[in-house]
Each structure stands twice: as structure tokens, then as C-alpha cells.
């Protein structure tokens, strides 16, 4: 099955918020493209709340001037460059070994920061259809994925038990590995 790429002109870089978040770096964020060829089952892109138009992973629209508008807006910034660490799926990459071999990675890549997150799940078509996958290739992990997002938050968040002992391995690690969490912190001032 093909890609159908559309195309879309943009006036601005950044989009800005209501309030700060973590994952997009304060309150603004940078959105190259809507639907994902990726077409990754756990993508928080494919809730209702986000509409977009066609297959999620065959229709995407490219803001195809973004990277000119991106380029002239922090050229002469000194922009330090992290990894947006997420999702960490639970018994898949959320385990010891796992963040093990990613905080190596990213302290021998020289990342300046990173920003790690566990997964979310909105109810509906995107719970659903990962619920559908995570049955047919990880069948062993349906009930643990259950437990864990048996609330049906409208956010798509875990149980608060589970979140605790994310943090907790996460801080295992960044407790181990030099990358600047100040970096982190000043960009998300200085966006705000």
C-alpha cells in the first residue's frame, strides 16, 4: 500500500500552548508532519482528540516550508540537542536492561539531555488497536497492560503505581549517567 504525502504551507514554527509540557519543551511545540508513516500502534496521534484525515499511516501532511522557518528562527541559537526518550512500553522497553543499553547510548552519543516518558493510552481507537497488537506479538503482556491502564483516563495515563516505579527506575539511571539536567530545565524556562 502506498504513502499518499500531502503537502501544507505553515506561517510559524512553533504552536503554542495553553500551559507547559513536558514533552514538547514548555508551552511550545514543533509539529513537522500530522499522521505518521511510522504507523506505531501506541501513538497518542491516532485519539480522537487529534483529527486526522484518511489512514493514520498512508495520509500524511508534511508542512513542507518548516525546516526553512525552523532554520532562520534559531540559527544564531546555540540550541543543545537531547532525545525524546517515549514511550517506554512496560515489560518491553521499560525494563533494567532495556534503559540500561538506552542510557549508554545516550551518554556515548553526547546528548545534552533527555526527556523519558512512559506510554500513554486514551480510550478508544488507539488503546484499542494497540491492545489488538500487543495481544497478537506479546500476548504474555495483555494482562499486566490491563492492570496498568484500568482506569481509562481520558489523558491515556497509567495507574499513579506504576508511574511511581517508572520514576523510580528512571532515577536509578539518571543518577548514573552524566547528562545535563540543567539543560533540560533552561529550555523549558525560557520557552515558557
Same mark, same amino acid.
Given at each position: 500500500?502506498?504513502? =499518499?504525502?500531502?503537502?501544507? #504551507?505553515?506561517?510559524?514554527?512553533?504552536?503554542?500552548? $495553553?500551559?507547559? !509540557?513536558?514533552?514538547?519543551? &514548555?508551552?511550545?511545540?514543533?509539529?513537522?508532519? %500530522?499522521?505518521?508513516?511510522? &504507523?506505531?500502534?501506541?501513538?497518542?496521534?491516532?485519539?480522537?482528540?487529534?483529527? $486526522?484525515?484518511? =489512514?493514520?499511516?498512508?495520509? @500524511?501532511?508534511?508542512? +513542507? !516550508?518548516?525546516? /526553512?522557518?525552523? !532554520?532562520?528562527?534559531?540559527?544564531?541559537?546555540?540550541?543543545?540537542?537531547?532525545?525524546?526518550? %517515549?514511550?517506554? *512500553?512496560? &515489560? @518491553? #522497553? /521499560?525494563?533494567?536492561?532495556? %534503559?540500561?543499553?538506552?542510557?549508554?547510548?545516550?551518554?556515548?552519543? &553526547?546528548?545534552?539531555?533527555?526527556?523519558?516518558?512512559?506510554? #500513554? *493510552?486514551?480510550?478508544?481507537?488507539?488503546? /484499542?488497536?494497540?491492545? +489488538?497488537?500487543?495481544?497478537?506479538?506479546?500476548?504474555?503482556?495483555?494482562?499486566?497492560?490491563?492492570? @496498568?491502564?484500568?482506569? =481509562?483516563?481520558?489523558?491515556?495515563?497509567?495507574?499513579?503505581?506504576?508511574?511511581?516505579?517508572?520514576?523510580?527506575?528512571?532515577?536509578?539511571?539518571?543518577?548514573?549517567?552524566?547528562? /545535563?539536567? +540543567? $539543560?533540560?530545565?533552561?529550555? #523549558? *524556562?525560557? *520557552?515558557?
Amino acid at each position: 500500500m502506498s504513502v =499518499n504525502i500531502h503537502y501544507k #504551507t505553515v506561517g510559524s514554527a512553533l504552536k503554542k500552548g $495553553v500551559f507547559a !509540557n513536558p514533552f514538547s519543551l &514548555g508551552k511550545y511545540a514543533v509539529s513537522p508532519y %500530522m499522521a505518521c508513516e511510522h &504507523g506505531c500502534i501506541y501513538c497518542d496521534g491516532r485519539a480522537e482528540r487529534y483529527f $486526522v484525515a484518511g =489512514n493514520f499511516s498512508k495520509d @500524511i501532511v508534511v508542512r +513542507k !516550508n518548516l525546516p /526553512d522557518i525552523v !532554520n532562520r528562527a534559531f540559527r544564531a541559537k546555540g540550541i543543545p540537542v537531547g532525545v525524546l526518550a %517515549m514511550p517506554l *512500553l512496560p &515489560g @518491553i #522497553t /521499560d525494563t533494567m536492561d532495556h %534503559m540500561d543499553r538506552l542510557y549508554q547510548a545516550l551518554s556515548d552519543s &553526547g546528548a545534552a539531555f533527555d526527556i523519558p516518558a512512559g506510554l #500513554t *493510552l486514551r480510550p478508544g481507537r488507539q488503546k /484499542d488497536l494497540f491492545f +489488538k497488537t500487543l495481544g497478537a506479538h506479546f500476548p504474555q503482556l495483555v494482562e499486566l497492560y490491563e492492570y @496498568i491502564f484500568r482506569e =481509562n483516563r481520558r489523558s491515556g495515563s497509567p495507574h499513579a503505581r506504576y508511574i511511581d516505579e517508572l520514576r523510580e527506575k528512571l532515577g536509578l539511571f539518571l543518577e548514573q549517567v552524566i547528562l /545535563d539536567r +540543567k $539543560v533540560f530545565d533552561s529550555i #523549558t *524556562l525560557s *520557552l515558557d
